[in-house]
């Protein structure tokens, strides 16, 4: 590698919010540098999304196995509980992250981008050094677009190590703790958690508010809330962790629930999943001049700084912090730097959660379109009384879809559901929202019968007074 | 469980039929003895109706804007016991709606909002102008869109925001003409055409909306009443200037030394102390006719309407007996009216019986208004706006602070002459205004 480097465009972070701006440069013919202290994909694909699917794939599976050994079911038995070793499952999981690791550099390599190994450090808005494995690169660009991503906030009361992990971690272990308590009973906490339950550890939860997943309606909630009460899992609310102690070969953690008295909660491992911040240390951010938004670095609808032609996306620029809302604006920002007008204005950035039940949440709820003034219709159908839900025993579970539209022209202004698999539906959603499809449109488009997506119309229907099915 | 029908009952001063203003229940609601169901308008103030009875609401009778005759079903509830109604199958019962203004957007049904191209129908066009009539399931027709308030979002798919961007098009000033107000392709086709050329942003849209709003409570009031008024009164226009230097002065001095307690002083006070001076000259000017009956009702008293904007329109409260107040207290009275009136509270009482009008849209008054008679009056004095002229006095050209009195008068009472000579009356006690506060007849 060359001591110096000079680009047109150089790019911040290997995530989905900085590959993809990569890949989009380099395919309109922008000299591109991507500079990626770990390996290809970010938090994403690394140490998130895909590898905790992954992991709530093979939990899943396996505690469907462990219910048949227990209860025959549908004509299937097994006759001896289910093995689970879990470097196997982590390996098989390292194997998918590594496939599609290796996909991106393909990728980044099809769109002729340069990959820099190793770690920015900038020492003004256009130019940073990177400490790559042999000798430090100096890179100078025209644009700069950053997409350094976020990383696991902690608490300081619970430092990291010696059986305090956070998501990366969690998604890594060497072997299943007994008992875990996870601390935050978000989306992050509780996907980790149900998924830990679902391998047989002993999980409870510690929730400093009155009630988990705090930015999705109660009613989307509630099916979860079911499905961890009826597996006595705990959820603690308006629980403080306040110290963490190493005790007779495990932890002693001490919470604290209102004003009542402290109390102890042993566990092998504790998980804190408090959120996530951007990651703004570290790589020279105070050298750039830009102006923040409290943690966020400060970007308009075009996601420019303030300074000129240095960008930023993804988990640096502000909630949500989630990976297709990086990659659609790291798209924008290298379409904008190739000379197009662009601008981040989507109706609605769909948001789902890999709980059990799954939930999606794409646009605004009721409660929300009420607070700004706005007079809706809503229709919600159940799945159970859906036929394919049925057929894959997800129809217990409590699971519905609901859509919020307008009263006065049926503009359709959400769609929400719960539900065992919903997160595939979250795609229709978000294209009834973008496409401004109104409560007929919905409903009179015909789904496949015998799928999931029937309730879709169906609660448009129920919205507009006539649902078939209920 | 029984019915319980809810009748329309008298609400005073002979009056046969009220206007639905606002329902404050839907059917399905629960409700509690003395609770309000509904707004009713009266000529002239809004009453609230509350419920006799504790039950739950089954059936509403007309929407807001309907006339309702007086002794109507207005409510039909579910009631513990008996109720007063046999039971009868509900919806049945023939609606005593005496008239209703050509339907807008909310009643039409699936595809009756027509095709109508551009064009918006009313459908949404006017929520905060229209109470919502309680249909628990608005049926927005086929084709109905509605109009964008300021910052609301064009509605556009994702290809034609992309397309808008590319083109350089801002998607607000473009008109939708897809349902839900949806801009399309063909839509920006149009807008580009339009505007003639491609680098169009800085083109306004053409404004191709059109908007239907019913014209319901108190503007529908204010619309009869000045109709009523223009077609029966010929009304005659007198503008006079008045030097209001000394007058100014006074004011200006009065506000300075005044108590705390004390309303700041406008110039209708002292217009008022004026003519409750000069108006026993001229007892024609202040008094009512009745052209039915051919009697002209001349008042003693000065009940001396002052015409008010508020929100919703044009009110006119009432200060009544002005020639027992001094100036303080017509100005605080004026002050509470104008409050009451703004904030709907003012009483049938206080929105009625008054002798003369005055007019007054202070900095806003122009030179010259030509003020509609308010019925049945015969006069109305209109303040127009205070300016600094220059003006001759003894051959000398100085500073003089003027202001033009517009007055309208209905000339099948007052005469020319005599609307002049009553004018002048006031005139002198405004320019001399030592002479307002002066016990005898001047």
Same mark, same amino acid.
């Given at each position: 590698?060359?001591?110096?480097?000079?680009?047109?465009?150089?790019?911040?972070?290997?995530?989905?919010?900085?590959?993809?701006?990569?890949?989009?440069?380099?395919?309109?013919?922008?000299?591109?540098?991507?500079?990626?202290?770990?390996?290809?994909?970010?938090?994403?694909?690394?140490?998130?999304?895909?590898?905790?699917?992954?992991?709530?794939?093979?939990?899943?599976?396996?505690?469907?196995?462990?219910?048949?050994?227990?209860?025959?079911?549908?004509?299937?038995?097994?006759?001896?509980?289910?093995?689970?070793?879990?470097?196997?499952?982590?390996?098989?999981?390292?194997?998918?992250?590594?496939?599609?690791?290796?996909?991106?550099?393909?990728?980044?390599?099809?769109?002729?981008?340069?990959?820099?190994?190793?770690?920015?450090?900038?020492?003004?808005?256009?130019?940073?050094?990177?400490?790559?494995?042999?000798?430090?690169?100096?890179?100078?660009?025209?644009?700069?677009?950053?997409?350094?991503?976020?990383?696991?906030?902690?608490?300081?009361?619970?430092?990291?190590?010696?059986?305090?992990?956070?998501?990366?971690?969690?998604?890594?272990?060497?072997?299943?703790?007994?008992?875990?308590?996870?601390?935050?009973?978000?989306?992050?906490?509780?996907?980790?958690?149900?998924?830990?339950?679902?391998?047989?550890?002993?999980?409870?939860?510690?929730?400093?508010?009155?009630?988990?997943?705090?930015?999705?309606?109660?009613?989307?909630?509630?099916?979860?809330?079911?499905?961890?009460?009826?597996?006595?899992?705990?959820?603690?609310?308006?629980?403080?962790?306040?110290?963490?102690?190493?005790?007779?070969?495990?932890?002693?953690?001490?919470?604290?629930?209102?004003?009542?008295?402290?109390?102890?909660?042993?566990?092998?491992?504790?998980?804190?999943?408090?959120?996530?911040?951007?990651?703004?240390?570290?790589?020279?951010?105070?050298?750039?001049?830009?102006?923040?938004?409290?943690?966020?670095?400060?970007?308009?609808?075009?996601?420019?700084?303030?300074?000129?032609?240095?960008?930023?996306?993804?988990?640096?620029?502000?909630?949500?912090?989630?990976?297709?809302?990086?990659?659609?604006?790291?798209?924008?920002?290298?379409?904008?730097?190739?000379?197009?007008?662009?601008?981040?204005?989507?109706?609605?950035?769909?948001?789902?959660?890999?709980?059990?039940?799954?939930?999606?949440?794409?646009?605004?709820?009721?409660?929300?379109?009420?607070?700004?003034?706005?007079?809706?219709?809503?229709?919600?159908?159940?799945?159970?009384?859906?036929?394919?839900?049925?057929?894959?025993?997800?129809?217990?579970?409590?699971?519905?879809?609901?859509?919020?539209?307008?009263?006065?022209?049926?503009?359709?202004?959400?769609?929400?559901?719960?539900?065992?698999?919903?997160?595939?539906?979250?795609?229709?959603?978000?294209?009834?929202?973008?496409?401004?499809?109104?409560?007929?449109?919905?409903?009179?488009?015909?789904?496949?019968?015998?799928?999931?997506?029937?309730?879709?119309?169906?609660?448009?229907?129920?919205?507009?007074?006539?649902?078939?099915?209920? | 469980?029984?019915?319980?029908?809810?009748?329309?009952?008298?609400?005073?001063?002979?009056?046969?039929?009220?206007?639905?203003?606002?329902?404050?229940?839907?059917?399905?609601?629960?409700?509690?003895?003395?609770?309000?169901?509904?707004?009713?308008?009266?000529?002239?103030?809004?009453?609230?109706?509350?419920?006799?009875?504790?039950?739950?609401?089954?059936?509403?009778?007309?929407?807001?804007?309907?006339?309702?005759?007086?002794?109507?079903?207005?409510?039909?509830?579910?009631?513990?016991?008996?109720?007063?109604?046999?039971?009868?199958?509900?919806?049945?019962?023939?609606?005593?709606?005496?008239?209703?203004?050509?339907?807008?957007?909310?009643?039409?049904?699936?595809?009756?909002?027509?095709?109508?191209?551009?064009?918006?129908?009313?459908?949404?066009?006017?929520?905060?102008?229209?109470?919502?009539?309680?249909?628990?399931?608005?049926?927005?027709?086929?084709?109905?869109?509605?109009?964008?308030?300021?910052?609301?979002?064009?509605?556009?798919?994702?290809?034609?925001?992309?397309?808008?961007?590319?083109?350089?098009?801002?998607?607000?000033?473009?008109?939708?003409?897809?349902?839900?107000?949806?801009?399309?392709?063909?839509?920006?086709?149009?807008?580009?055409?339009?505007?003639?050329?491609?680098?169009?942003?800085?083109?306004?849209?053409?404004?191709?909306?059109?908007? /239907?709003?019913?014209?319901?409570? *108190? +503007? !529908?009031?204010? @619309?009869?009443?000045?109709?009523? $008024?223009? %077609?029966?009164?010929?009304?005659?226009?007198?503008?006079?200037?008045?030097?209001?230097?000394?007058?100014?002065?006074?004011?200006?001095?009065?506000?300075?030394?005044?108590?705390?307690?004390?309303?700041?002083?406008?110039?209708?006070?002292?217009?008022?102390?004026?003519?409750?001076?000069?108006?026993?000259?001229?007892?024609?000017?202040?008094?009512?006719? /009745?052209?039915?009956?051919?009697? *002209? +009702? !001349?008042?003693? @008293?000065?009940?001396?309407?002052? $015409?008010? %904007?508020?929100?919703?329109?044009?009110?006119?409260?009432?200060?009544?007996?002005?020639?027992?107040?001094?100036?303080?207290?017509?100005?605080?009275?004026?002050?509470?009216?104008?409050?009451?009136?703004?904030?709907?509270?003012?009483?049938?009482?206080?929105?009625?019986?008054?002798?003369?009008?005055?007019?007054?849209?202070?900095?806003?008054?122009?030179?010259?208004?030509?003020?509609?008679?308010?019925?049945?009056?015969? @006069?109305?004095?209109?303040?127009?706006?205070?300016?600094?002229?220059?003006?001759?006095?003894?051959?000398?050209?100085?500073?003089?602070?003027?202001?033009?009195?517009?007055?309208?008068?209905?000339?099948?009472?007052?005469?020319?002459?005599?609307?002049?000579?009553?004018?002048?009356?006031?005139?002198?006690?405004?320019?001399?205004?030592?002479?307002?506060?002066?016990?005898?007849?001047?």
């Amino acid at each position: 590698m060359s001591g110096k480097i000079t680009t047109q465009v150089l790019v911040v972070g290997g995530g989905p919010g900085g590959y993809v701006a990569a890949i989009r440069a380099g395919q309109l013919g922008l000299d591109t540098t991507l500079v990626e202290a770990d390996r290809l994909g970010g938090t994403c694909l690394i140490r998130g999304c895909i590898p905790s699917k992954a992991l709530i794939h093979v939990a899943s599976r396996f505690a469907g196995l462990q219910q048949l050994s227990v209860a025959p079911h549908a004509g299937i038995a097994l006759k001896s509980e289910p093995d689970f070793d879990l470097p196997a499952a982590i390996q098989w999981k390292d194997g998918i992250v590594d496939k599609l690791s290796t996909g991106v550099a393909g990728l980044l390599k099809k769109a002729k981008v340069r990959v820099v190994h190793g770690t920015a450090k900038f020492a003004d808005a256009k130019t940073c050094t990177v400490q790559t494995g042999d000798a430090p690169v100096e890179i100078t660009a025209e644009h700069v677009i950053l997409a350094t991503g976020s990383v696991a906030a902690g608490l300081p009361q619970l430092p990291w190590g010696d059986g305090v992990i956070s998501s990366t971690e969690a998604l890594s272990l060497p072997a299943l703790p007994k008992r875990l308590v996870v601390v935050g009973a978000g989306y992050i906490g509780l996907e980790l958690g149900i998924a830990f339950a679902k391998l047989g550890v002993e999980v409870r939860f510690v929730e400093a508010l009155d009630r988990m997943l705090p930015s999705y309606d109660r009613a989307l909630v509630r099916p979860v809330e079911q499905w961890l009460k009826k597996r006595g899992i705990e959820v603690l609310l308006n629980t403080k962790a306040q110290d963490v102690a190493r005790a007779n070969g495990g932890l002693r953690v001490t919470v604290q629930t209102g004003d009542a008295a402290p109390q102890d909660l042993a566990c092998d491992t504790l998980l804190v999943a408090v959120g996530r911040r951007p990651n703004t240390q570290g790589w020279g951010l105070e050298h750039m001049a830009l102006t923040m938004d409290g943690a966020f670095v400060k970007v308009d609808a075009q996601c420019r700084t303030a300074m000129h032609n240095v960008w930023a996306i993804g988990d640096l620029v502000g909630e949500p912090m989630l990976a297709h809302k990086a990659s659609a604006q790291g798209e924008m920002v290298a379409e904008i730097i190739a000379g197009k007008r662009r601008s981040f204005d989507p109706v609605a950035i769909p948001a789902v959660c890999f709980t059990e039940p799954e939930i999606v949440a794409v646009g605004l709820s009721p409660d929300e379109a009420k607070a700004q003034g706005i007079e809706t219709v809503t229709g919600q159908f159940p799945f159970a009384a859906n036929g394919r839900a049925l057929t894959m025993d997800a129809g217990g579970d409590g699971g519905f879809v609901r859509v919020t539209a307008r009263a006065d022209n049926h503009l359709v202004l959400g769609i929400h559901a719960v539900g065992a698999h919903v997160s595939d539906l979250s795609g229709e959603f978000a294209h009834a929202l973008e496409m401004g499809a109104r409560l007929e449109d919905i409903a009179h488009t015909i789904h496949v019968h015998p799928t999931l997506t029937e309730a879709v119309p169906e609660a448009a229907l129920g919205a507009l007074g006539h649902a078939l099915h209920i | 469980m029984g019915r319980y029908v809810f009748k329309l009952s008298d609400v005073g001063e002979g009056i046969a039929e009220c206007e639905i203003a606002t329902w404050r229940v839907a059917v399905g609601d629960v409700v509690t003895e003395d609770q309000p169901l509904v707004d009713m308008l009266t000529e002239k103030a809004a009453v609230e109706l509350p419920s006799p009875v504790a039950g739950k609401i089954i059936e509403l009778h007309g929407e807001a804007g309907d006339m309702i005759a007086v002794g109507s079903p207005l409510v039909v509830l579910e009631v513990e016991g008996a109720g007063n109604a046999k039971d009868e199958p509900p919806k049945n019962e023939p609606q005593k709606k005496i008239s209703s203004p050509p339907a807008g957007g909310r009643g039409q049904g699936e595809g009756g909002g027509g095709a109508a191209a551009v064009s918006v129908p009313a459908s949404a066009a006017a929520p905060a102008a229209r109470p919502s009539p309680p249909a628990p399931l608005p049926q927005a027709g086929e084709g109905s869109s509605s109009v964008r308030r300021p910052g609301e979002k064009p509605v556009a798919a994702p290809a034609v925001r992309q397309r808008a961007r590319d083109l350089g098009i801002d998607l607000r000033l473009v008109a939708g003409s897809g349902p839900a107000g949806r801009i399309t392709h063909a839509d920006l086709d149009s807008y580009v055409e339009g505007a003639g050329r491609v680098a169009a942003s800085t083109q306004a849209a053409p404004r191709t909306g059109v908007e /239907d709003i019913k014209i319901i409570g *108190l +503007r !529908r009031r204010i @619309a009869e009443a000045m109709q009523r $008024a223009k %077609q029966r009164i010929p009304h005659f226009a007198y503008v006079e200037e008045l030097d209001v230097t000394e007058l100014e002065a006074l004011r200006i001095h009065l506000n300075e030394t005044r108590r705390p307690e004390q309303a700041k002083l406008t110039l209708l006070p002292f217009l008022l102390r004026a003519l409750v001076q000069v108006l026993p000259r001229f007892p024609q000017v202040n008094a009512t006719y /009745d052209d039915e009956a051919g009697v *002209l +009702r !001349r008042y003693a @008293a000065v009940h001396c309407g002052v $015409a008010t %904007q508020t929100p919703n329109g044009l009110v006119v409260p009432v200060l009544r007996h002005a020639e027992t107040l001094d100036v303080w207290q017509m100005a605080s009275e004026i002050r509470r009216l104008a409050e009451a009136a703004r904030s709907g509270k003012a009483t049938r009482e206080e929105l009625s019986g008054s002798s003369i009008t005055i007019s007054s849209l202070g900095a806003l008054g122009g030179i010259v208004s030509t003020p509609v008679i308010n019925a049945p009056e015969v @006069a109305i004095v209109g303040v127009n706006k205070l300016v600094e002229r220059a003006v001759f006095r003894n051959g000398v050209v100085v500073p003089r602070l003027t202001m033009n009195l517009s007055s309208s008068f209905d000339h099948r009472i007052v005469d020319g002459y005599d609307a002049a000579q009553f004018i002048q009356a006031v005139k002198q006690r405004l320019e001399h205004p030592a002479t307002l506060f002066m016990t005898e007849a001047v």
